[in-house]
């Protein structure tokens, strides 16, 4: 059984920075692709940035430049620095897993950047 649990979330003043943080467990024993998605209030969840077991990245248009997504060093963690936050980036953010197929996702973590 493959569980996600993320951190770093909390009240950010706009303009300010913060970074969320995602450890794994289970057994795995290689890196897999990983991802950060958001859901702002009232709105579909949607991707923010992921990156493949070989550290190929990707970023949602809204993010690109401002939230660098990185493997940690213990296999199968990953973090999210966000910068220059906005009041739009509003959200509870969720880490994501692919392992044999199957998206594992941990029960996210709350982000309220204030104007």
């Known amino acids: 059984q493959v569980q996600l649990v993320e951190s770093g979330g909390g009240l950010v003043q706009a303009g300010g920075s913060l970074r969320l943080s995602c450890a794994s467990s289970g057994s795995i024993f290689s890196d897999n692709a990983m991802g950060w998605y958001r859901q702002a209030p009232g709105k579909q969840r949607e991707l923010v940035a992921t990156?493949?077991?070989?550290?190929?990245?990707s970023y949602a248009d809204s993010v690109k430049g401002r939230f660098p997504i990185a493997r940690g060093n213990v296999k199968n963690t990953v973090s999210l620095k966000m910068n220059s936050l906005k009041p739009a980036a509003t959200a509870v953010y969720s880490c994501t897993l692919d392992y044999s197929g199957i998206a594992y996702w941990g029960k996210g973590t709350l982000v309220p950047v204030s104007s």
């Open positions: 990156i493949t077991s070989g550290g190929r990245t």
